[in-house]
């Protein structure tokens, strides 16, 4: 079955530039997503199709994916974004959504 | 505005069964595929089931194939899972959300809040 796989856990500092990855079999040729969960909050997607950003989701937040790997990059990181966050993707396949196994992001 | 409101959730025995039910309201909900994802307690999502706009197909994840289905009543602008063999490990909070697209997967636009479901003797 299709596996993506997100580190555990990533730190940052405020107001630097951190990426969280996710890695598949041939990623690249799918496309990919990635959606913010505050604590005791449902999900928010905050990257679409790879690299696009819905209405009201901060310039900041920008998104890759090549090859085997998407990235979510998160630039100027503020403290409102320390949060989970998941990446996900469509099998077409086994018709199933895969999601990461999500990363914690904690801005010190 | 977009409003997505589950209900049904507590708590079963093992072997159970419950059925969710998500009202949608502040879109056409019949042009809209619509998805179940749930989250165990302090672990991440996982997709459960999804269905497009008229019904037509119905996709399952394999944890859940054969003892869940969905459904909807595009005239009543509602989402269901029907839940049959619960177990320990189906405890989660359970999510609808709407797809951005009617007929392909595409992502999840909009989530609910969930609702919160415990399998336990």
């Known amino acids: 079955s299709y596996e993506l796989t997100q580190p555990s856990s990533v730190s940052v500092s405020p107001g630097q530039t951190t990426s969280i990855t996710c890695s598949g079999d041939k990623l690249g040729d799918k496309y990919a997503c990635w959606y913010q969960q505050r604590p005791g909050q449902s999900p928010v997607v905050v990257i679409y199709?790879?690299?696009k950003r819905p209405s009201g989701i901060p310039e900041r937040f920008s998104g890759s994916n090549s090859g085997n790997t998407a990235t979510l990059t998160i630039s100027g990181t503020q403290a409102m974004d320390e949060a989970d966050y998941y990446c996900?993707?469509?099998?077409?396949?086994?018709?199933?959504?895969?999601f990461g196994g999500g990363t914690k992001l904690t801005v010190l | 505005q977009v409003q997505l409101v589950e209900s049904g959730g507590g708590v079963v025995q093992p072997g159970g069964s419950l059925r969710l039910s998500c009202a949608a309201s502040g879109f056409i909900f019949s042009n809209y595929g619509m998805h179940w994802v749930r989250q165990a307690p302090g672990k991440g999502l996982e997709w459960v089931a999804f269905i497009r706009s008229h019904g037509s197909n119905k996709y399952y994840a394999g944890s859940v194939r054969g003892r869940f289905t969905i459904s909807r009543d595009n005239s009543e602008n509602t989402l269901y899972m029907q839940m049959n063999s619960l177990r320990a490990e189906d405890t989660a909070v359970y999510y609808c959300?709407?797809?951005?697209?009617?007929?392909?997967?595409?992502?999840?636009?909009?989530w609910g809040q969930g609702t919160l479901v415990t399998v336990s003797s």
């Open positions: 996900q993707a469509w099998d077409s396949s086994t018709a199933n959504v895969i």
């Open positions: 959300a709407k797809d951005v697209s009617g007929v392909t997967v595409g992502y999840f636009e909009y």
């Open positions: 199709q790879d690299n």
